[in-house]
């Protein structure tokens, strides 16, 4: 079957679905975004997030068929969306995130040495992103994508979470390496730099 | 396979009666897991996500419609005051993800032993509204849903549209046995809601029987013991040695199995302490608020 909806932004039809097919199968096999990750496909682990009509979930356990219509943030798009939402998240026109520079997609923080160049030319990362490399909360990175969605929600419903407040958010997301804590600093951190004011 | 989208309730009951092994699919939280371990291949997949009102809840007088697909997250957020237990339960369930998806509609068909709303509407008192468009709306009382391990009193033909909870008139809580706080299938869980408006007190055990259950004779012996101590207007501490036999019939109304996540004897031993545990936070609320509304006469 088609199934037609939005990711990051921009309206894709993916063809040949088969009717059993989760989306996330579909973002990452038929569409070429392999930023969500597949490491459980039960729900467990939350490497597979993605933001659907906004609401943070997990893309194996929906099927493709359900998406119809709807609206799909991936990891890929995070930068952009951030971004929009940072300037007042106008709809459409030149916002969102095209198929071709998501599937280039490639961190470019300011630590990063692969700063040139690029597919993209949104070059900047989203500040959770850039937060989780500063932090150090990246190890092996198969849990940072679905980490990044779920934190990036947390801060944009609640701005200035507890500690509880930020392990609740990301109790569905697993970490097999960091032990959590430079999660959390990230999180924090990207919390502070949030409400600092504008220039500083 | 193929993939079902009514855009409506009645096209949806249309779907079903045609297609009878057709399986409806909501959050999916339960159904997809099934698919992608190739547990289940189902002929037609039943989408329920355009259905609008699924996910709608009204608050009435005396009851609250909740939608078979209203998210846990919705009931945590929005019915904390009218349905504490079913709030508190819905809140144990997995993960944020989880609980966006997932709802009671789905816990309800799964019917499994361990779902975690199933004690919170044991022991509300609920009602089921199923529909079928041979034979239109039926009303199952919650005591008749759960028939066998993973079986509910559902017909082929029909779907759950809504479950009626009495709003509370009482304190209510839940408490769940697991390894850790997310993610965590209930070694065994208990609610209890008091219900001071007809001097009665209902529970509900979950995963401690092969379907979910009330622990009838220790609801009857506690009610009992309430009216006749003058409990439920003088609001003293309950007796340890009432709550203890409360606590060991709760324990007796299980029907456990060993396996992986618990033996039967710790599982019986732990809805003890939980249903004691419970009884005392919830008489403690109900003397807080019965204690308030005096000072205010
Ligand atoms: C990682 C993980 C952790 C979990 N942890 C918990 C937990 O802690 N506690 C718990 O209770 N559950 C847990 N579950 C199970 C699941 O999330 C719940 O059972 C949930 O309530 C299912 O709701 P759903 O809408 O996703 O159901 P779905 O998967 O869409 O459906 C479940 C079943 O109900 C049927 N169904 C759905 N809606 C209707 C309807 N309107 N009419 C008729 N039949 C219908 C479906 O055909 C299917 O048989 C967990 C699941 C996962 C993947
Ligand atoms: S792959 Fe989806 S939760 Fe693990
Ligand atoms: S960094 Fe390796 S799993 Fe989290």
Redesign the pocket.
């Known amino acids: 079957m088609r199934v037609n909806f939005t990711v990051n932004g921009r309206k894709q039809e993916a063809d040949d679905v088969w009717e059993g097919e989760s989306l996330l199968y579909v973002l990452r096999e038929r569409m070429g975004l392999p930023g969500s990750k597949n490491a459980c496909e ?3 682990c939350g490497s597979c997030t993605v933001r659907l009509d906004g609401v943070p979930v ?1 893309s194996c ?1 929906v099927a493709a068929g359900q998406v119809e219509g709807r609206e799909v943030v991936t990891v890929e798009g995070l930068a952009d969306f951030a971004k929009n939402r940072s300037c007042g998240g106008h709809e459409g026109g030149a916002c969102g995130t095209s198929l071709q520079e998501a599937q280039g997609w490639s961190a470019k923080g300011t630590d990063s040495q692969t700063g040139e160049g690029g597919i993209s030319p949104h070059a900047t990362l989203a500040p959770i992103q850039q937060a989780f490399i500063d932090a150090g909360a990246v190890q092996c990175g198969f849990c940072t994508p679905g980490l990044l969605v779920a934190s990036d929600e947390l801060l944009e419903r609640n701005p200035n979470p507890s500690d509880a407040d930020i392990r609740e958010a990301l109790s569905g997301n697993l970490c097999r390496c960091t032990g959590y804590e430079k999660i959390m600093d990230a999180v924090r951190l990207a919390a502070a730099r949030q409400s600092e004011p504008e220039g500083v | 396979m193929d993939f079902l989208r009514p855009a409506s309730w009645e096209e949806a009951l249309a779907a079903k009666a045609e297609h009878p092994t057709a ?11 099934e698919i992608n371990f190739d547990h289940r291949r189902p002929e037609y997949l ?1 989408d ?1 996500n355009r259905i609008g009102d ?1 996910g709608e809840w009204e608050v009435g007088e005396k009851t609250v419609r909740l939608g ?2 209203v ?2 997250t919705k009931i945590m957020e929005h019915l904390r005051g009218e349905l504490p237990g079913l709030a508190l339960a819905s809140h ?4 944020p993800q ?1 609980r966006n ?10 019917a ?1 032993p ?4 199933h004690p919170a509407l044991l022991s509300s008192g609920c009602e089921v509204e ?1 529909e079928s468009a041979a034979r239109g709306v039926r009303m199952i009382p919650i005591d008749e849903f759960y028939l066998g391990v993973k079986r509910n009193a ?1 017909q082929a033909d ?4 809504a479950v009626h909870l009495p709003k509370a008139d009482g304190p209510q809580q839940f408490s769940k046995v697991g390894t850790r706080n997310a ?4 070694v065994c869980a208990f609610g209890i809601a008091l219900h001071p408006e007809t001097r009665t007190v209902r529970t509900g055990i979950g995963s401690a029987a092969p379907t979910p259950v009330r622990a009838k004779e220790a609801e009857a012996f506690l009610a009992a013991a309430l009216e006749e101590g003058g409990f439920w207007e003088n609001g003293k501490i309950i007796t340890p040695s009432v709550a203890k036999q409360f606590a060991d019939l709760c324990s007796a109304a299980c029907n456990p199995i060993d396996d992986v996540r618990g033996t039967a004897s710790y599982r019986r031993h732990a809805v003890g302490i939980m249903a004691r545990r419970t009884l005392g936070w919830a008489w403690e609320s109900y003397r807080g608020q019965s204690a308030r509304t005096e000072g205010v006469a």
Request: proline share 4%; glycine share 16%; with cysteine.
């Open positions: 039960q729900g467990e997990c356990l | 399986v409806p699919i909501a959050g999916g939280t339960d159904v997809m897991v039943l329920l699924l078979a697909s998210p846990y144990t369930v997995a993960s989880i998806r997932g709802g009671v509609g789905g816990n309800l068909g799964t499994s361990a779902g975690d709303a199923v559902l029909e779907l759950i549209r993610m965590v299938i209930a």
